[in-house]
C-alpha cells in the first residue's frame, strides 16, 4: 500500500464528548435533558491539521522503516532476478544442445521436466515472497497509525482540539497555517520513538568491531 494513499484516508479525529440524548419522535420538541446538552456542549470547535508529507520526510519511524522495506523490496527483486536469469541460460542451453542432438529422447524428456518444474518453483517463490512483503508492508502501516494514534490522544490531553486533520496534498480545500500544528506532531513525534531493536544492536555491534582511535 502507497504511503500517501493510506494517509489520505486517514483523519485522526479526537472529538470532545457531549452527552447528546434523541428527541422525542413522538413530539417535535425538546426534552429538559437535551436542553441541558445543548448548553454544555463547546462553544466553538477547535480544529487543527498536520502535514503528511512532513511526517514521512520528517518523522524519524518513516525514515527507518522506509529504508528496511526499501532494502527487503530490493532484495527480493535481486533473488528472483538472479533465479531467472539462471533458468532462462538453462532454457537456452538446453535447446542449444536439443539442436545439436546432444540428449537422447529419454535425456531431453527429463531435462525438459526439471526446467518446467523450476519455472513452477520459481513463480511459487514469487508468490511467497511477493505475500510476505505486503504483510511486512501493512504491518509497518499499522504501526505507524497507531503510533500517530497514540502521540495525539496524549497531545490532545493538554490542546484539547475538537478534531485534527491530516493534510495531503490538496485533500483539503483550505487550511489557515495558524491551525498547522506539524511542526510540534513531529518533534513529539520522534521524541517518543525509539530505534527498532535490531537496528540499534547492529550499530552497536558494528561499533564494537571498529578499533579504537589511539
Given amino acids: 500500500m502507497n504511503k500517501k494513499n493510506f494517509f489520505r484516508t486517514l483523519a485522526v479525529a479526537v472529538v470532545a464528548?457531549?452527552?447528546?440524548t434523541s428527541c422525542d419522535n413522538s413530539a417535535p420538541k425538546m426534552d429538559e435533558k437535551s436542553q441541558a446538552a445543548e448548553q454544555s456542549a463547546p462553544a466553538e470547535l477547535k480544529i487543527a491539521f498536520v502535514e503528511v508529507d512532513s511526517i514521512m520526510t520528517q518523522y524519524t519511524f518513516c525514515k527507518d522503516y522506509t529504508e528496511i522495506l526499501q532494502k527487503k523490496?530490493?532484495?527480493i527483486q535481486?533473488?528472483?532476478?538472479?533465479k531467472q536469469r539462471s533458468l532462462q541460460q538453462a532454457a537456452t542451453n538446453f535447446q542449444q544442445k536439443l539442436q545439436q542432438n546432444a540428449y537422447t529422447r529419454e535425456q531431453a524428456e527429463g531435462i525438459q521436466a526439471s526446467l518446467q518444474k523450476q519455472g513452477a518453483?520459481?513463480?511459487?517463490?514469487?508468490?511467497r515472497l511477493s505475500n510476505e512483503f505486503a504483510a511486512e508492508t501493512e504491518k509497518y502501516n499499522n504501526a505507524l497509525r497507531d503510533s500517530i494514534q497514540h502521540f495525539?490522544?496524549?497531545?490532545?490531553k493538554d490542546k484539547k482540539y475538537s478534531m485534527i486533520l491530516s493534510k495531503a496534498g490538496d485533500n483539503l480545500l483550505y487550511a489557515d497555517k495558524?491551525?498547522?500544528i506539524t511542526n510540534e506532531v513531529v518533534a513529539g513525534l520522534?521524541?517518543?520513538?525509539?530505534?527498532?531493536?535490531?537496528?540499534?544492536e547492529a550499530k552497536k555491534e558494528k561499533?564494537?568491531?571498529t578499533p579504537a582511535k589511539k
Fill in 190 to 200: 520522534n521524541k517518543a520513538y525509539k530505534k527498532p531493536a535490531a537496528k540499534a
Fill in 17 to 20: 464528548s457531549a452527552a447528546m
Fill in 152 to 156: 495525539l490522544a496524549k497531545y490532545n
Fill in 78 to 82: 535481486n533473488t528472483l532476478a538472479a
Fill in 207 to 209: 561499533a564494537a568491531e
Fill in 73 to 75: 523490496g530490493q532484495n
Fill in 121 to 127: 518453483d520459481l513463480d511459487a517463490l514469487n508468490q
Fill in 178 to 180: 495558524a491551525f498547522d
